[in-house]
Each structure stands twice: as structure tokens, then as C-alpha cells.
């Protein structure tokens, strides 16, 4: 007895129909997974409260970006890596010259276009010379001998007698600070990576109708 095997031509048109099936079944599924993730990331940033603007800085691009492979990818990425990279991680910042850092009370104000400002803009800002206070318990200071306006913004004493004058706390001087973190960016990345497998079987089938 001889046993023939023979690929028909329909045997060959089903794989190949099958083949594009699932290119398009990953291609899909990369994208609607990369879009889920911006949309994660960007949900959490805004709910930290640190701004739409911020979390508009997250992008995701999927490849190839034409056409469809079996071999899919998506990348989620974000053009503000060291800001988010901060909130995300929570780290310890210390000053680069191994001495204090100075945080702005309420009573510094802000620069232009709401920046902060350093000890040294606040002096040519204010007109003012700040003081240093040392202190064994809680923070240092620099002060400031003037008077707060009515914003609660350290600024000089237009008295010329003196009246009203009193040390205003402008900055807090501590020798380092530990950041809270408020984002958990992997873990979001680790739940939609999870569902990959089960949205390219989705897909596929959706595909193959």
C-alpha cells in the first residue's frame, strides 16, 4: 500500500487566509493596547493632580506603522521622561553643592509664568537681603525683614518708621527632601501587557468572523 500527500490549492489558501488573519488579529491588538496604555498613564498623571498639560506629554506609536505583521510592537513613551520619571519613582533629592535646599514658602511668590523662584532671583526680584536662621529642631529659614502685602507676599516696608517690619519667612532650608510618589506607571504597563494574549485571540477570531 502507497500513502500520497498533496497540498491542494485550497489547503494553501486557507493558511494564507489564516496567516493574515493573524497579522491582523497582533497588528490590532498592539495598537488597541498601546492606546489603552496612553490613556492609563495619562488618566493617573491628571488624577495626581499634576496637570493635563503633564499628561499630554505621553505618547504611543505602534509599528510597523503601515501595513501588518505577525510581529507587531507598540511603544508608550512620555517627552517629559525626567519629570515623570521623579513622580514616578519618588526618589531622594539632595543639593548638588552638598548644603541646603532652599523651598519657597507662600509668602516668595512666584517668578514669570508661575516658575519658582531661587533665593538669589528673589533678592534682585524683592530688593531685599535675606537672612539665615539657623534652627537645631525643624527646618532653617531665610527671612526676609519687610512686611506681607495683601496676597501674603514677602515684600519691603514702605514705612520709614519702621512700623509693621517684621522677619518673614521666605524659604525653608533643608539639607535634603524625599519626594512622594504618586505615580505607579509599571504597574498599569504590567496589566495591559497581561492582556495582550487574550486581545490578539479577540481579534483573531473578530477577524476571521
Keep these: 500500500?502507497?500513502?500520497?500527500?498533496?497540498?491542494?490549492?485550497?489547503?494553501?489558501?486557507?493558511?494564507?487566509?489564516?496567516?493574515?488573519?493573524?497579522?491582523?488579529?497582533?497588528?490590532?491588538?498592539?495598537?488597541?493596547?498601546?492606546?489603552?496604555?496612553?490613556?492609563?498613564?495619562?488618566?493617573?498623571?491628571t488624577r495626581a493632580g499634576l496637570g493635563t498639560r503633564l499628561a499630554r506629554t505621553i505618547h504611543s506609536q505602534s509599528y510597523p506603522k503601515r501595513g501588518e505583521s505577525l510581529e507587531a510592537a507598540a511603544l508608550v513613551w512620555t517627552k517629559a521622561p525626567q519629570i515623570i520619571g521623579t513622580h514616578d519613582s519618588g526618589p531622594l533629592i539632595r543639593s548638588k553643592s552638598g548644603f541646603w535646599l532652599?523651598?519657597?514658602?507662600?509668602?516668595?511668590?512666584?517668578?514669570?509664568?508661575?516658575?519658582?523662584?531661587?533665593?538669589?532671583?528673589?533678592?534682585?526680584?524683592?530688593?531685599?537681603?535675606?537672612?539665615?536662621?539657623?534652627?537645631k529642631r525643624g527646618p532653617s529659614l531665610l527671612v526676609a525683614e519687610?512686611?506681607?502685602?495683601?496676597?501674603?507676599?514677602?515684600?519691603?516696608?514702605?514705612?520709614?518708621?519702621?512700623?509693621?517690619?517684621?522677619?518673614?519667612?521666605?524659604?525653608?532650608?533643608?539639607?535634603?527632601?524625599?519626594?512622594?510618589?504618586?505615580?505607579a506607571l509599571a504597574r498599569d504597563a504590567a496589566r495591559v501587557q497581561a492582556q495582550v494574549p487574550g486581545l490578539i485571540v479577540r481579534e483573531w477570531v473578530e477577524v476571521r468572523g
Design 1 to 45: 500500500m502507497k500513502l500520497g500527500f498533496e497540498i491542494v490549492p485550497d489547503l494553501v489558501a486557507a493558511m494564507e487566509r489564516e496567516i493574515k488573519a493573524g497579522e491582523s488579529a497582533v497588528t490590532r491588538a498592539m495598537q488597541a493596547a498601546s492606546q489603552e496604555l496612553k490613556g492609563d498613564w495619562r488618566a493617573q498623571i
Design 146 to 183: 519687610g512686611r506681607l502685602n495683601s496676597r501674603g507676599i514677602g515684600v519691603a516696608s514702605r514705612s520709614k518708621t519702621g512700623r509693621g517690619l517684621t522677619a518673614v519667612p521666605v524659604f525653608l532650608l533643608v539639607p535634603q527632601v524625599k519626594l512622594r510618589k504618586r505615580l
Design 102 to 135: 532652599a523651598i519657597p514658602t507662600e509668602a516668595a511668590g512666584k517668578g514669570r509664568g508661575g516658575k519658582r523662584l531661587t533665593p538669589g532671583e528673589w533678592e534682585k526680584r524683592r530688593g531685599l537681603r535675606l537672612r539665615f536662621i539657623y534652627r
